[in-house]
């Protein structure tokens, strides 16, 4: 089974930076579409940013365009999520997915192994 390990969370004061990392193991890492979701207190766990198999193609959510990176080191079998100009309004346990289907998908059901999330909080 493929396992997904998260860093880099913590507490930053808005318009601050993180860079979030996701080590995985047990599978083949360079095969995998590779996602980051977002889950507020209350509120259904949401898409970030996705990124698939080679690299070469990633998406965003529109909320966080321009502010977020995702990117992936196949060597390392590590996929990163940098975070620019957070806002309050990021606040969230930020999860790492792999997909098989190699894609970068933007729907919780199209990933097939999840980690056990980080937490993001950004102060005003």
């Known amino acids: 089974q493929v396992q997904l390990v998260e860093s880099g969370g913590g507490l930053v004061q808005a318009g601050g930076s993180l860079r979030l990392s996701c080590a995985a193991s047990?599978?083949?890492?360079?095969?995998?579409?590779m996602g980051w979701f977002r889950q507020a207190p209350g509120k259904e766990r949401e898409f970030v940013a996705a990124?698939?198999?080679?690299?070469?193609?990633?998406a965003y959510a529109d909320s966080v365009k321009g502010r977020f990176t995702i990117s992936r080191d196949n060597a390392k079998n590590t996929v990163y999520l940098q975070m620019n100009s957070l806002k309050p309004e990021d606040t969230a346990v930020y999860y790492c997915a792999a997909a098989r289907t190699r894609g970068a998908g933007d729907k919780t059901y199209e990933y097939d192994y999840w980690g056990q999330g980080t937490q993001a909080t950004v102060s005003s």
């Open positions: 990124i698939n198999w080679r690299g070469r193609s990633t």
């Open positions: 047990g599978g083949t890492f360079s095969s995998y579409g």
